[in-house]
């Protein structure tokens, strides 16, 4: 068993397109690879930082995203590898396992598709774009369609009805 405690950079950009880990982002490894009958088990987390943009204001937020691997690579010629479809398990080659699509698709897992600066955040006006939370109480008068030819029409006071 061998237990490997390290920051490595990113080797690109992993997540999604609003969120992700930017490529040179440290990425904190906490791993345990262990030797078992049909290759080399590797367990621990993996944590880094995340930058994106809120997906109803776009205003710029940064988080962090841990995840938990649990990954069986196989021995070059086990049952394991036999028994299993091409990329169904990872693989053994030449004493090394490649980590890297297995963390890919761990963070893309659990990463937020839409992210949000707040649980509360009320995005952007859909009339003219600005931020709501910067303007409290923001709003337009809005004439629906439908009636809008009346906005035309003049109102006459019966009071100053002349005879």
Known sequence: MITVTDAVASPSRIG???IAIEAGAPLELDLRFESVSEGVLVTGSVSAPTSGECSRCLSP???AVRIDLTELYAYPDSATEQSSEADEVGHVVNDTVDLEQAIVDAVGLELPL???CA??????CPHCGIA???EPGHSHELIDPRWAKLADLKVVDPSQDSK
Not at 119 to 124: A, H, K, M, T, Y
Request: net charge negative; charged share 20%; with cysteine.
């Open 16 to 18: 999604l397109d609003l």
């Open 61 to 63: 937020l940064t988080s």
């Open 114 to 116: 839409s992210p949000v």
């Open 119 to 124: 649980p509360d955040c009320e995005g952007l």
């Open 132 to 134: 709501l939370a910067e």
